[in-house]
Structures are given as structure tokens and as C-alpha cells.
């Protein structure tokens, strides 16, 4: 998933929006994960990736000022049961291990079977068929535009092979973690600037191995604010709110594996630039589809859910810009096979 923001994926009833009741129940302890770097993933989904993964990318709009403080409670499953908000050490200790979202099958061993003509032949009138009509814009809440199927085949295609190139090399993917052993429940890599979850501050280095993030794609920048006016074009016609506007400066690019969650949590700026001026959270949805949360508590028990699928689009910001949201699941094998196929996804 990639996630940009001023400082998944998900699966649709479409026939029910905006509003959709998160069924999840229960909470879950937030323990110590074992870093399975060394296993490659059976497929990818979003930038916040996973097709037995998912990708998810978030732009974040925000002053290119070094190091600004941000806290993100993105290790916050649900109801909160460890204490992370101020960490006793800020020493890390644990060790990256670079991470390709798409591994060659001749380095794998996994043998992927081609779709039938059947399954390709469908594929293909599905997506002429979202081409003539168009993308489906819904308001889910003042500030909360849902763009279903706004991303083509061909530009999903191009992010994920993009992201690839950029995740193995310096600065690119690896599974962030704490102190005390504990790992979040997807791999990263940001553009731009930093995130660092043990500090919850954003800087020009990642300081658990001193690389430099890679530089945000032009292309990149240019999907968020196409994405963006799209959104208030609709809005304006039907007399909403209009979204600030924002060119990113910086890009969380997430790999969720099947097993893959991000609990609830606020997207917050120290500085309070952005939540002041209402700068949106981009979120593009590439791969398998995710069950995306939200809603003005940390309680999952009053979140709404959404389901997000590859080539969906989730814009939050004016009145929503702080709620809190999540990923409770990803759903396994709903990933395009031409997606697969193209992108040497496993």
C-alpha cells in the first residue's frame, strides 16, 4: 500500500455505501512477531502491497523541514495493550534485511500456474468495462472520498515495479520494529523522509541502518494530485467541502502479507501544519483486497469497515484528516492473476 501524507487493499459492496459496520470483535495482545525476512511472500497486494500480500502507498503532505515530529500509533492494535507511546530505549538494536516484494520464481522455487484463457478473457471485459464507465466516486464522510477502481491495470503495473526497483535497493523495504523484539505486522519503505516507529519521528535517515530514503517518483506525486482534484471535482457537484490540496513530501510504501494488519491509530503532525490546513492522507490499494477501518474513536467495535480492492483510491483529510484507521485483514487470492503475471508477484 502506498500512503502518502502532509507532513492497503479493500473489496466493496457498493450497493450499501457510505456506510458499513465493522463486524471485527475482540482485540488481540500485541506480542513479539519473529522476523520471517528470510521467507519470501507467496504474492503482493498494495502501496499499504499483498496478493497473498498487499501494497498499500500513503503520501504524506508536509514542509520539507528536517527532522519534523510526527507520531503515528501505527503499532496500536485495537485497544492498546503495551505501553509504546514513550520507549525507554532509543538505541536500536535489531538488524534490516533487504526484502523484494517480487522475487524472481527462479529464486523461489514456487511454480505459479498461468490463468486460462477464461479467467484472462473476463479480466479483460471487467476492465474495458471500468474504462467506459469510469471510476465510482462515493463520499464516505465529509473529508473521506473512496475512488473504486481509479487505477488502471497498466498504472498499477508500473507503481509496483517501481517500488520493486526502489525497495531493494538502499533505504527500501524491511520490517520495522521496537527495542523489546516486537514487529509490526507489515514490511515498509519510505520516500522522501523517515519514519521511525520507536522514535515516532520523521527525519532525512533511517537511523537503524543510516540509509538515505529514496526520492519520491515525479509519477508518483502526479497520481496524488490527479487523484486529489478528481475528488473535489465530484465534491463540488454535489456541493461538499473541497480537500486542500498538497504535493507530498513524503511516501510510505506498505507490504502486508496474508497475516497482515495495521491497528487503529491517527496519522498526527507535531508540528500541526497539516492538521490545521486539513492536508489529506493518499492511499493507493494495489494486489489482494484489505478490510480498512475508521471511525472518530480507537475502538474497533465502532469503526465502520470498507472493503479496499487493487486500483481503489482512499483520500482522508479537511474534517477527517485525524480519524483513526486501520487494516484488520487482508483478504487471500482476490489479486488480479494479469496483475500477478505482470508483476512477477509470486
Known amino acids: 500500500m502506498l500512503k502518502w501524507k502532509p507532513k492497503k487493499k479493500v473489496v466493496i459492496d457498493e450497493s450499501s455505501l457510505p ?7 475482540g482485540t488481540e495482545n500485541f506480542k513479539p512477531m519473529p522476523n520471517n525476512d528470510s521467507k519470501q511472500p507467496k504474492s503482493v497486494s498494495t502501496f499499504d502491497y499483498n496478493s497473498k500480500n498487499s501494497n498499500h502507498l500513503h503520501p504524506i503532505p508536509t514542509k520539507s523541514q528536517q527532522g519534523p515530529k510526527l507520531q503515528d500509533g501505527i503499532a496500536e492494535n485495537g485497544k492498546q495493550i503495551m505501553d509504546i507511546s514513550k520507549p525507554e530505549d532509543t538505541n536500536h538494536s535489531y538488524s534490516i534485511t533487504r ?9 523461489t522455487g514456487v511454480i505459479m500456474l498461468k490463468a486460462s484463457l477464461l479467467v484472462k478473457n473476463r479480466e479483460k471485459r471487467n476492465q474495458i468495462t471500468r474504462i467506459v464507465q469510469g471510476p465510482s466516486i462515493y463520499i464516505l464522510r465529509p473529508g473521506m472520498v473512496l475512488l473504486k477502481r481509479y ?3 497498466d498504472d498499477q503495473v508500473k507503481i509496483v515495479k517501481a517500488c520493486r526497483e526502489l525497495g531493494i535497493g538502499d533505504g527500501g523495504f524491511y520490517q520495522p520494529g521496537y527495542n523489546n523484539g ?12 523517515n519514519w521511525d516507529p520507536q522514535s515516532r519521528q520523521y527525519s532525512y535517515i533511517r537511523i537503524t541502518d543510516n540509509s538515505k530514503p529514496p526520492k519520491i517518483p515525479d509519477y508518483f506525486q502526479d497520481m496524488v494530485k490527479r487523484a486529489i482534484q478528481d475528488s473535489n471535482d465530484y465534491i463540488q457537484k454535489n456541493s461538499g467541502k473541497i480537500i486542500p490540496s498538497m504535493s507530498p513530501d513524503i511516501c510510505i510504501a506498505k507490504f502486508y502479507t496474508k ?15 497539516s492538521l ?11 494486489g489482494d483486497s484489505a478490510e480498512f477501518l475508521y471511525g472518530n474513536e480507537r475502538d474497533i467495535e465502532k469503526a465502520d469497515l470498507v472493503k479496499l480492492e487493487s ?8 474534517e477527517s484528516r485525524n480519524i483513526f484507521h486501520g487494516v484488520s485483514s487482508i483478504v487471500p487470492d482476490t489479486a488480479s492473476r494479469r496483475l500477478l503475471e505482470a508483476t512477477d508477484i509470486p
Open 276 to 286: 490545521d490546513r486539513g492536508l489529506p492522507v493518499v492511499s493507493f490499494s494495489i
Open 259 to 273: 497475516d497482515g494488519k495495521l491497528g487503529l491509530h491517527q496519522d498526527k503532525d507535531e508540528s500541526r501544519e
Open 182 to 193: 516486537a514487529k509490526l505486522h507489515f514490511k515498509m519503505m519510505c520516500l522522501g523522509m
Open 99 to 107: 526484502f523484494d516484494i517480487c522475487p524472481k520464481k527462479v529464486n
Open 19 to 25: 456506510t458499513f459496520k465493522n463486524v471485527a470483535s
Open 151 to 153: 487505477m488502471s491495470l
Open 311 to 318: 486500483g481503489d483510491v482512499m483520500i482522508f483529510g479537511g
